[in-house]
């Protein structure tokens, strides 16, 4: 599970091009959304991208992706359920 | 008629200078390959930093410079934002398209898809104004920012109390954009260097170029550089069309060719095109300085708006860098400014400004 | 006071079908145009409804006297003419030979129903094939351009692009063009068509949806894509009287504003659009008290219709305006959407009927009345019509009963 989260976290950086960030600066339970890392509703699209290339998941509501972007640690409990590659 | 209206700032992204470098085009770039890219400058001051992550060079540029342009006016909040582009962000609609055809229509991310909408840097200069007003996009090739120009133009003289728009343009070249191109002669083979340019006339083709150019205006003259009298489009007309146009439009305002100060020409070393500058280098007198820009910035869409930036230096500087002029005019001041410039695409514009001193 | 400006003509084409007889027997007999579509080869055909135009590529060239195959006409461009063919069949042309008029066009993404399909042979070796003829078509002036050499006319031209607003504001330069003295008249109006690009584009933000779209519901997905172009014939009133054009509507209001909000998403509590819709009132020297009928932007997007839904509630607390989404008829029809919502608002007032929104069963929760689901009956005055765009593009338009 931490490799899982570490890997996801330089995915995240790499995707969403936060310059300057390296994988420690992002607490595993910090929201990404809102007041936490600031990202938006654009930024949780580009994960689901992310979620479905790297590991074959396929979210088809952005309201639902919404819940399992929540952090990164929600993010790695739904990704070891439903990855499929 | 309607009223001129008054140029209070001017700022450029240009492969010659940028909004950060001070100096009139004292530091003449050079350019072998017929492709003149932008020099840029600091982004960052100018732009939501969490935004511009995400941002391609376009949209950087853009919003740049059109934050500095409001900011060298110290305006915080325009009432309106209206620009032209003739291509828009190439490089974000080419990343959406390949990504498309490459990935076979599936799991695709949004951002270069949304900044790729033509008005996406209106959008967000809105955004980081808050300006809640009139808001307009043209997307009309060698016309988009004279269009651009025109609305504001109309648009301050509709308003009933004073009124300050943030006008501009913007255009990019790409790898992919300049051999596209190439298929159908827009480019000379081989390049010359930028500032020989007019040397190879005879020749089909001219040099590519890219930038930004964003003004502030008003309906108020007071701390103007200069005042915006007419603007005129046209598309698909003849040379003697052209300069019909060119003396009614000088003879409403109660001028003509020969008093003009400077003649700020499009040409772009393309022969297709150069029968119009060569005549109005004839009819032209004595008076006039003949000036031409397109050496310095490349040909694209919205060059016109790199000319007016220049016009708005020359009025400021009572000066004439010698880099512009193909042939120099025995006036003493510089109180107003005919440009005539065409596009590829067979259009041609025209625009009167006048000194405010 | 400025002088009125009326719409004198129209021409539209559509997944509805061509021209204004075909439109309205559509909107009055609820029969949408969407279908899986059959000329635009994506891979997700059968997974999405479209409002795509009956016609191919080779059967509008043909409708226009054009050579069919690669012609170096986009769809785009056919849309176009074949709504302005229908036009000026309406109009005395040497109204536009003889005095000065302006041909103010709009669309989003340009040739690029063309483009894509042929961008592989842009960017190869290859110097010589069929895809020299468009390798000038992927910006969003190809159309106007082709438009004014089709018919042989020399306008004040100009292109609009912004996002889905960008035929509303189309009208909206027309008619100011006319109110300060540059040109006699305009023919203002939009076209896109439905390209891969585009579908792919809306789609990677999850908002488009598999089955017909549902404005105002409760349990809406997302938008259908639709294809189409309208022109509306814009002129003073005087004008028009003076040589016995029939008039088919006053333009008589519109604002342009920008919600500065965020750059897809409208404002959550409808600010944006309130304020664009009050603006457009204050034009037309209206109270909302006077709007019959409201043809809202309804796209069916999560965020688009609370939003709008919340404007449209706060704006007309005090009477119960009679609204609808007309966009399950023809899906969103992108930068042809202003204009081809403005026929339908100037066909209210000419049937004196409201057009019922579409696949309409539970209202969002935030709302508390409900858009109309059958045509309506009723007299019809004024039309509030609203078109929003990527960007923040707001704009309302207002038409009024002679």
Same mark, same amino acid.
């Given at each position: 599970?931490?490799?899982?989260?570490?890997?996801?976290?330089?995915?995240?950086?790499?995707?969403?091009?936060?310059?300057?960030?390296?994988?420690?600066?992002?607490?595993?339970?910090?929201?990404?959304?809102?007041?936490?890392?600031?990202?938006?509703?654009?930024?949780?699209?580009?994960?689901?991208?992310?979620?479905?290339?790297?590991?074959?998941?396929?979210?088809?509501?952005?309201?639902?992706?919404?819940?399992?972007?929540?952090?990164?640690?929600?993010?790695?409990?739904?990704?070891?359920?439903?990855?499929?590659? | 008629?309607?009223?001129?209206?008054?140029?209070?700032?001017?700022?450029?992204?240009?492969?010659?200078?940028?909004?950060?470098?001070?100096?009139?085009?004292?530091?003449?770039?050079?350019?072998?390959?017929?492709?003149?890219?932008?020099?840029?400058?600091?982004?960052?001051?100018?732009?939501?930093?969490?935004?511009?992550?995400?941002?391609?060079?376009?949209?950087?540029?853009?919003?740049?410079?059109?934050?500095?342009?409001?900011?060298?006016?110290?305006?915080?909040?325009?009432?309106?934002?209206?620009?032209?582009? *003739?291509?828009?962000?190439?490089?974000?609609?080419?990343?959406? #398209? /390949?990504?498309?055809? +490459?990935? $076979? &229509? @599936?799991?695709?991310?949004?951002?270069?898809?949304?900044?790729?909408?033509?008005?996406?840097?209106?959008?967000?200069?809105?955004?980081?104004?808050?300006?809640?007003?009139?808001?307009?996009?043209?997307?009309?090739? *060698?016309?988009?920012?004279?269009?651009?120009?025109?609305?504001? #133009? /109309?648009?301050?003289? +509709?308003? $009933? &109390? @004073?009124?300050?728009?943030?006008?501009?343009?913007?255009?990019?070249?790409?790898?992919?954009?300049?051999?596209?191109?190439?298929?159908?002669?827009?480019?000379?083979?081989?390049?010359?260097?930028?500032?020989?340019?007019?040397?190879?006339?005879?020749?089909?083709?001219?040099?590519?170029?890219?930038?930004?150019?964003?003004?502030?205006?008003?309906?108020?003259?007071?701390?103007?550089?200069?005042?915006?009298?007419?603007?005129?489009?046209?598309?698909?007309?003849?040379?003697?069309?052209?300069?019909?146009?060119?003396?009614?439009?000088?003879?409403?305002?109660?001028?003509?060719?020969?008093?003009?100060?400077?003649?700020?020409?499009?040409?772009?070393?393309?022969?297709?095109?150069?029968?119009?500058?060569?005549?109005?280098?004839?009819?032209?007198?004595?008076?006039?300085?003949?000036?031409?820009?397109?050496?310095?910035?490349?040909?694209?869409?919205?060059?016109?708006?790199?000319?007016?930036?220049?016009?708005?230096?020359?009025?400021?500087?009572?000066?004439?860098?010698?880099?512009?002029?193909?042939?120099?005019?025995?006036?003493?001041?510089?109180?107003?400014?005919?440009?005539?410039?065409?596009?590829?695409?067979?259009?041609?514009?025209?625009?009167?400004?006048?000194?405010?001193? | 006071?400025?002088?009125?400006?009326?719409?004198?003509?129209?021409?539209?084409?559509?997944?509805?079908?061509?021209?204004?007889?075909?439109?309205?027997?559509?909107?009055?007999?609820?029969?949408?145009?969407?279908?899986?579509?059959?000329?635009?080869?994506?891979?997700?055909?059968?997974?999405?409804?479209?409002?795509?135009?009956?016609?191919?590529?080779?059967?509008?060239?043909?409708?226009?006297?054009?050579?069919?195959?690669?012609?170096?006409?986009?769809?785009?461009?056919?849309?176009?003419?074949?709504?302005?063919?229908?036009?000026?069949?309406?109009?005395?042309?040497?109204?536009?030979?003889?005095?000065?008029?302006?041909?103010?066009?709009?669309?989003?993404?340009?040739?690029?129903?063309?483009?894509?399909?042929?961008?592989?042979?842009?960017?190869?070796?290859?110097?010589?094939?069929?895809?020299?003829?468009?390798?000038?078509?992927?910006?969003?002036?190809?159309?106007?351009?082709?438009?004014?050499?089709?018919?042989?006319?020399?306008?004040?031209?100009?292109?609009?692009?912004?996002?889905?607003?960008?035929?509303?504001?189309?009208?909206?330069?027309?008619?100011?063009?006319?109110?300060?003295?540059?040109?006699?008249?305009?023919?203002?109006?939009?076209?896109?068509?439905?390209?891969?690009?585009?579908?792919?584009?809306?789609?990677?933000?999850?908002?488009?949806?598999?089955?017909?779209?549902?404005?105002?519901?409760?349990?809406?997905?997302?938008?259908?894509?639709?294809?189409?172009?309208?022109?509306?014939?814009?002129?003073?009133?005087?004008?028009?009287?003076?040589?016995?054009?029939?008039?088919?509507?006053?333009?008589?209001?519109?604002?342009?504003?920008?919600?500065?909000?965020?750059?897809?998403?409208?404002?959550?509590?409808?600010?944006?659009?309130?304020?664009?819709?009050?603006?457009?009132?204050?034009?037309?020297?209206?109270?909302?008290?006077?709007?019959?009928?409201?043809?809202?932007?309804?796209?069916?997007?999560?965020?688009?219709?609370?939003?709008?839904?919340?404007?449209?509630?706060?704006?007309?607390?005090?009477?119960?305006?009679?609204?609808?989404?007309?966009?399950?008829?023809?899906?969103?029809?992108?930068?042809?959407?202003?204009?081809?919502?403005?026929?339908?608002?100037?066909?209210?007032?000419?049937?004196?009927?409201?057009?019922?929104?579409?696949?309409?069963?539970?209202?969002?929760?935030?709302?508390?009345?409900?858009?109309?689901?059958?045509?309506?009956?009723?007299?019809?005055?004024?039309?509030?019509?609203?078109?929003?765009?990527?960007?923040?593009?707001?704009?309302?338009?207002?038409?009024?009963?002679?």
């Amino acid at each position: 599970m931490e490799e899982l989260k570490n890997t996801l976290k330089q995915q995240i950086i790499e995707s969403l091009n936060l310059e300057g960030m390296k994988p420690s600066d992002i607490d595993d339970n910090a929201p990404l959304f809102g007041d936490g890392l600031g990202l938006d509703s654009i930024d949780s699209l580009e994960l689901m991208v992310l979620l479905e290339r790297n590991y074959g998941i396929k979210i088809e509501d952005a309201r639902e992706g919404r819940k399992v972007l929540e952090s990164v640690q929600s993010m790695a409990e739904y990704i070891q359920q439903h990855r499929t590659v | 008629m309607m009223q001129p209206v008054y140029i209070l700032s001017a700022s450029i992204v240009s492969p010659q200078q940028h909004f950060e470098d001070s100096g009139f085009l004292q530091d003449i770039k050079e350019y072998a390959g017929g492709v003149l890219s932008v020099v840029e400058p600091n982004y960052r001051g100018y732009i939501n930093p969490v935004a511009i992550r995400r941002m391609s060079k376009l949209l950087k540029m853009g919003i740049s410079c059109g934050m500095n342009a409001l900011q060298q006016a110290n305006i915080e909040k325009p009432q309106a934002i209206i620009t032209g582009t *003739g291509r828009g962000s190439m490089v974000d609609t080419e990343q959406f #398209l /390949m990504s498309m055809i +490459e990935n $076979e &229509e @599936e799991v695709l991310t949004p951002t270069s898809f949304i900044q790729s909408t033509y008005n996406s840097i209106n959008g967000w200069l809105a955004l980081q104004t808050k300006c809640t007003g009139y808001n307009q996009t043209y997307v009309n090739r *060698g016309t988009s920012f004279e269009l651009a120009l025109f609305d504001a #133009l /109309m648009l301050l003289n +509709e308003a $009933e &109390e @004073e009124m300050q728009v943030l006008a501009g343009c913007f255009d990019e070249i790409t790898p992919d954009y300049i051999k596209v191109k190439s298929k159908i002669g827009y480019w000379k083979k081989p390049a010359p260097v930028n500032i020989e340019l007019y040397q190879h006339s005879e020749t089909q083709g001219t040099i590519a170029g890219e930038g930004t150019a964003f003004f502030t205006l008003s309906n108020k003259a007071e701390n103007a550089i200069c005042s915006l009298q007419a603007v005129k489009t046209m598309q698909d007309a003849q040379p003697v069309e052209v300069m019909d146009a060119i003396n009614r439009l000088l003879d409403q305002h109660g001028l003509a060719l020969d008093a003009i100060d400077v003649l700020l020409c499009g040409m772009n070393g393309d022969s297709r095109q150069q029968p119009l500058y060569d005549e109005l280098a004839d009819i032209a007198g004595e008076h006039t300085t003949i000036a031409a820009f397109k050496h310095l910035c490349g040909e694209y869409d919205t060059s016109s708006g790199f000319a007016t930036w220049i016009a708005t230096e020359m009025f400021r500087a009572q000066e004439i860098p010698g880099t512009l002029v193909i042939k120099k005019g025995s006036h003493k001041e510089i109180k107003n400014i005919l440009l005539v410039n065409h596009y590829i695409l067979n259009s041609h514009s025209i625009l009167l400004l006048q000194n405010v001193q | 006071m400025a002088e009125r400006i009326v719409i004198t003509a129209t021409g539209i084409i559509s997944a509805l079908g061509r021209g204004t007889e075909q439109h309205t027997g559509a909107l009055i007999n609820k029969k949408a145009g969407m279908r899986h579509p059959l000329h635009l080869r994506t891979k997700h055909a059968k997974e999405f409804v479209c409002g795509e135009v009956d016609y191919s590529n080779d059967q509008l060239a043909a409708l226009l006297e054009l050579p069919t195959g690669d012609n170096g006409y986009t769809r785009t461009t056919l849309l176009a003419l074949a709504a302005m063919r229908e036009l000026m069949g309406n109009t005395d042309t040497s109204l536009f030979t003889e005095n000065s008029f302006a041909l103010v066009n709009a669309n989003t993404v340009g040739g690029m129903c063309s483009v894509e399909d042929m961008y592989p042979d842009f960017i190869s070796e290859k110097e010589e094939g069929p895809f020299l003829k468009y390798i000038d078509t992927l910006d969003c002036a190809e159309s106007t351009l082709n438009i004014a050499r089709y018919f042989g006319l020399k306008p004040f031209m100009a292109t609009i692009s912004t996002a889905c607003s960008s035929s509303a504001n189309a009208l909206i330069l027309g008619a100011r063009l006319i109110q300060n003295g540059v040109v006699q008249r305009a023919i203002c109006g939009g076209c896109d068509a439905l390209s891969r690009f585009t579908l792919n584009g809306f789609n990677s933000l999850k908002n488009v949806d598999k089955e017909p779209c549902r404005p105002f519901d409760a349990d809406r997905f997302g938008l259908n894509l639709g294809e189409g172009a309208a022109y509306l014939l814009l002129e003073k009133e005087s004008d028009a009287l003076a040589r016995g054009a029939e008039i088919l509507a006053v333009f008589s209001g519109y604002s342009n504003t920008n919600d500065a909000y965020h750059p897809t998403a409208p404002s959550p509590d409808g600010d944006g659009a309130l304020h664009t819709m009050q603006l457009a009132l204050q034009k037309a020297g209206l109270t909302e008290n006077d709007i019959d009928y409201i043809n809202a932007h309804g796209t069916a997007t999560i965020n688009n219709d609370l939003a709008e839904g919340k404007a449209i509630e706060r704006l007309f607390s005090s009477k119960k305006t009679v609204f609808s989404s007309t966009k399950p008829y023809t899906g969103h029809t992108l930068a042809a959407a202003g204009a081809v919502e403005a026929f339908f608002s100037i066909q209210a007032i000419q049937q004196q009927k409201a057009w019922p929104n579409l696949n309409f069963n539970s209202l969002i929760e935030e709302m508390s009345f409900s858009p109309v689901t059958e045509t309506k009956e009723m007299p019809i005055n004024n039309v509030l019509s609203n078109s929003f765009g990527f960007g923040g593009s707001n704009v309302s338009l207002i038409f009024s009963r002679t």
